[in-house]
């Protein structure tokens, strides 16, 4: 089958640790759950941070967002999620053409 960029998802993920926990462990978690797509953290103000990209953040975490090519906001997932949820509203959005 013939690969097409254009279906790819790319996941990012934004840790809001603060910065001694990240230094610390946030490598060693990333590494023990299999983590290899790309990784930022966040040393400053997290909540500042978040409402830029989700002014309704309750300060729930985590907090996962869904955005289409577009940069336009899908959906948001607050709380523990995973691969298997996340790829029903891909699907879900790729079915919708969204």
Do not use: C
Request: charged share 25%; proline share 3%; aromatic share 10%.
């Amino acid at each position: 089958m013939e690969h097409d960029p254009k279906s790819e998802v790319k996941v990012l993920l934004v840790s809001i640790d603060n910065v001694d926990v990240a230094k610390s462990s946030l490598k060693s978690f990333l590494g023990e759950n299999g983590i290899d797509f790309q990784t930022y953290a966040s040393f400053g103000n997290e909540t500042a941070l978040i409402s830029a990209f989700y002014p309704f953040w309750d300060n729930r975490i985590p907090l996962s967002m869904i955005f289409n090519r577009d940069g336009r906001l899908l959906e948001t997932i607050t709380g523990m999620t995973d691969r298997s949820e996340i790829e029903l509203i891909v699907n879900k959005h790729k079915r919708l053409g969204s």
